[in-house]
């Protein structure tokens, strides 16, 4: 797999040392008279990064104990965050796709994905959003730069897209039965909210580190909220087996294709809204949802458009993925950026993302809270 070796010092791709990088943005052409930047400065090289051998907890609202069952699956190997890093604003775990790699992502996966994406049952529940112009920053980068505005969404996160998509979907017999997810917290908000319209039951469970503001808000959304375990793999766990006790259907927060699906709406809405040259589209990274739904439209209807992924350095499961041409496990995970940290990124969201993405940027804790207080 193709990793990154660093060029000679020179100003980075996305600002100087603070890069920006905060919700999914896009680069439109330079203002007319200005320089253009160049969108990727980096050489590449074969490496590999080092790789390492490879729940009981509880809380309120409700108790649960719990035990991990034995998986009949190969496990994945455990990656250290650290074996791969690169400076912040330069683009690495560029895929290496052979022509047969492009071939096999032939025209039907491309039509059925855009189909399901322009079917999408999205807006019965979400609002289209806008761009907004980022003007200092497109002031101080000499491109324009766009923000996709998810936050001003009923759930205030684009989250509600894809679980409502999913679940508009269901059979009424499953529907009556109920759903279950596993959430930290805006995959949470947005399957209660499309329990509600749906008026079907949602029991969400959530790690036991959730802060309670967080489960506090799902419960007033009417979901049952369940704390369980120390980290999201294990209420993850926990949400599973109890679908499977009770015949709930359990809603992924990204790994399904009518949950990706949903989320390519924003990648057709950014489309559709630019007005003039769409450069490059910047999307934050946890599970891999977004960027694969957004990757699946937007590199069918405008090939020549970056998409390029941001994680944060103490989180980059997709990169590593990426770079090791398979997923992998983060042997532990920053909790800074608690919306992306994720150990495992999904099967499904993998598969698109080794065809459709063009690289990773990786950012600091620094850097993220650098971005806020420009943005």
């Known amino acids: 797999m193709e990793a990154l070796q660093l060029a000679p010092p020179q100003p ?7 890069p920006c990088v905060a919700v999914p943005c896009t680069l439109s052409a330079p203002t007319k008279g200005r320089p253009r930047r160049p969108l990727v400065r980096a050489t590449l090289s074969k490496q590999t990064a080092e790789m390492s051998p490879l729940l009981a907890s509880c809380g309120n609202p409700s108790q649960v104990s719990m035990s991990t069952p034995p998986s009949s699956q190969q496990p994945l190997p455990r990656v250290s965050t650290s074996s791969l890093q690169y400076p912040p604003g330069y683009l690495g775990a560029v895929p290496n796709r052979t022509a047969a790699e492009w071939a096999g992502y032939n025209i ?3 039509m059925s994905h855009l189909t399901k994406i322009l079917s999408s049952k999205v807006y019965d529940v979400a609002k289209e959003t806008p761009l907004q112009l980022a003007t200092k920053l497109s002031e101080r980068w000499g491109v324009n730069v766009w923000l996709k505005r998810e936050d001003l969404q009923p759930a ?16 009424k017999e499953q529907l009556e039965k109920g759903v279950i997810c596993s959430s930290a917290g805006n995959h949470a908000q947005g399957v209660a ?3 509600k319209i749906l008026n079907c039951s949602a029991v ?10 967080k489960w506090r808000s799902v419960q007033r959304l009417g979901g049952t909220v369940v704390l369980a375990g120390d980290s999201y793999d294990d209420a993850q766990a926990y949400a599973k087996k109890r679908g499977e006790d009770e015949g709930r259907t359990f809603i992924p927060p ?5 949950v990706i ?3 390519g709406t924003i990648g057709m809405e950014i489309v559709r809204h630019m007005q003039g040259p769409l450069h490059a589209i910047f999307v934050p990274v946890g599970g891999g949802g977004l960027i694969a739904g957004i990757a699946a439209y937007v590199k069918r209807v405008s090939p020549e458009v970056k998409i390029i992924g941001v994680e ?3 989180a980059n499961a997709m990169a590593l993925s990426l770079h090791h041409g398979q997923r992998i496990m983060l042997d532990q995970v920053g909790g800074f950026a608690d919306g992306v940290a994720v150990k495992v990124v999904g099967e499904e969201t993998f598969r698109l993302c080794k065809e459709l993405v063009d690289g990773i940027v990786l950012v600091s804790r620094d850097a993220i809270c650098a971005s806020i207080k420009v943005i």
């Open 204 to 213: 969400i469970t959530m790690p036991i580190t959730t802060p309670e503001i």
């Open 193 to 195: 909210i499309a329990a």
């Open 108 to 110: 039907i996966d491309a």
């Open 12 to 18: 980075p791709l996305i600002g100087s040392r603070r």
């Open 254 to 258: 990204f790994d399904h294709p009518d």
């Open 312 to 314: 944060p350095a103490d």
């Open 156 to 171: 205030f996160s684009f989250k509600l897209r894809g679980a409502y998509n999913m679940m508009a979907k269901l059979p």
């Open 261 to 263: 699906m949903g989320q």
